[in-house]
């Protein structure tokens, strides 16, 4: 039964006292305004509350035979489906100990006996108020926390969308094929796994997070192509020295157009910065022999280390219109001869014990 439901039904109260003369006294005081449900001692009163409609408030007896209130109270508590239920005590001790020790576990008031039935309505009536204000405040807490999840959804779809249309948009001027997206998104994301538990890599690849913001950037590596004119990116004979240094800009107009975008919008977002990381550095080289920068060793983004892997397999293992495709296992030997010259040591020892991932996903997202 939902909370407002409840709300135009009685208040369900559950008095808990071993003294059965008690129990009537109590029932006779409150029927009129609360459905009262009674037990007579704590072991009762916790499988009451723990089964059926939950009640809205206890009043809960101290001193009882088998479990006494405070062991009571206990148990509630530790309950999830009993534990915001209010527990008053009512009890004829009235040390300051006492009922420091029932605050302690839980309760929210202490009335002493004998009971003053004014005194005891207001309390009850004060804590289901307060009650109903904190029920209210939950529900308000999960509707935002739904609609905080669906504009996150939302800003997730629009990332997505974007990424694909920038891609997309890079797919019509290159030979390369749309496979040779979802195929290097889909090794730096197996790469990145397999690294994330590695103390060198840790500030980054610290939390799924993360991984997925990179693998979702990883599509606009080459979105600088776009930039390149068609007669240097469409050629199919060996590029001139001329043209090869025209390609090489690709890294610098990728970078550039989404640098733009993040001085457009003001801010800087983690998801942009992975993506201005692999635009621009995943053709640096571990030793300082790539381009555009010349970059060596750990100056090179985590980023586009993974990218220079995930984007070297993949063209060495494709065919295009000037070269045939190589066997994984040649491809492999090729990116495993390039420890420590062309890509990171830590990062090849991982890859070595994932080509059997790469080849996976190289067949399943194979070139038609």
Known sequence: ???????????????????????????????????????????????????????????LDVMMPVMD????????????ETKDIPVIFLTAKSEIADEIKGFELGAVDY?????????????????????????????????LEKEVQERTRDVVAIQEATVLALTSLAETRDNETGNHIIRTQRYVEVLARALKDHPKFNNVLND???????????????????GIPDNILLKKDRL???????????????????????????????????????????????????????????????????????DVYDALISRRVYKEGLSHE????????????????????AFAGITSEFLQISTEVADT
């Open 1 to 59: 039964m939902n909370r407002d439901a409840r709300l135009v039904e009685k208040p369900t109260v559950l008095v808990v006292d071993d003294t059965p003369d008690n129990l009537v006294l109590m029932t006779d005081l409150l029927k009129d305004k609360y459905t009262v449900k009674i037990a007579n001692n704590g072991e009762r009163a916790v499988r009451i509350a723990s089964t059926g409609t939950v009640p809205d408030i206890i009043l």
């Open 69 to 80: 209130g405070y062991e009571a109270c206990r148990q509630l508590k530790s309950k999830p």
């Open 111 to 143: 009335i002493t006996k004998p009971i003053s039935p004014p005194i005891l309505k207001a309390r009850l009536q004060t804590h289901l108020e307060l009650k109903n204000f904190r029920d209210f405040l939950k529900d308000k807490n999960a509707l």
């Open 208 to 226: 799924d997070q993360s991984i997925s913001l990179i693998v979702k950037s990883a599509p606009l590596h080459d979105i600088g192509k776009v």
């Open 240 to 310: 001139t020295e001329a043209e090869f240094n025209l390609m090489k800009t690709h890294t610098i107009l990728g970078r550039n157009a989404i640098l733009s975008a993040e001085e457009r919008l003001g801010v800087t977002m983690p998801f942009l910065n992975f993506a201005r990381e692999i635009t621009y550095c995943h053709h640096e080289r571990w030793d300082g022999t790539g381009y555009p920068n010349g970059l060596a060793g750990e100056d090179i983004p985590v980023s586009g280390r993974l990218m220079a892997i995930a």
């Open 330 to 349: 040649k491809a492999v030997e090729i990116i495993l001869e390039g420890n420590g010259s062309h890509f990171d040591p830590d990062m090849i020892n």
